[in-house]
């Protein structure tokens, strides 16, 4: 089960959240999303469960999901952005968006939802997928914004973001600078126009070369920070839970 905090300013809570799933064949009681090892609902995180049920549930049909509004100060209320559910044995998904604050302050006041399951036309929703994608590009992908906005599990650090940030505006400046003083600041008369930019061809030369220069190195920094080795690993949640159902 992985919950997807949204990305909005305050979307974050310290409350304690619960709910209960229910499908054609069964449903949970009540349930406590909680870990006392790791800060959960962080803004734009995503947070991953693992969930054993005595009796299979079936096809799922609603996500009832809540909170007690106990947090601190700004951490109380909360924005949901959606929930997967993965059935590990079928491989089956299923997918809760709910894209909504639950908050006494904010939208309706509603602190608890009813999330029906989503077909295909809205998990496929362009509304939706624009969203996803939007924010892991920002939080993840670009090299600037994802320095404070990186996934709290992404194994590509604040600082080795940093390191990345600085190496390419440094790498930038020494290649910049070894063209200095050898193209007229000012284009000439075969200058390209476009709009109210003009650019001379040894110009538009030197920026190329300059773009070939720097990003193959740049590339290869973060690939080598991005495939570093993993983190040590706790053991597989999923076959404690396991053990713990047979148990």
Known sequence: MIVFTGDKDAAATDSKVQFILS???????VRTLADDKRPLFRRGAADSFVMSVPRPLGRLNFLRIWHDNKGKGKFRSWFLSFVVVRDVQTGEKFEFICNRW?????????IDRLLPVAGKDEATQFS??????????LSDGHLWFSVFMRPPKSRFTRCQRAASCMALLYLSMLVNAMWYGQVPSKPGANAFSIGPLSMSPEQIGVGLMANLIVFPPTFLI???FRKSRLRTLRPNRITEAIKKQKC
């Open 222 to 224: 973060i690939t080598l």
């Open 128 to 137: 939706h997928l624009f969203r996803l994608t939007t924010q892991k590009n």
């Open 102 to 110: 639950l908050a006494v302050e904010k939208d309706d006041g509603m």
């Open 23 to 29: 499908g054609d064949d069964d449903e949970t009681q």
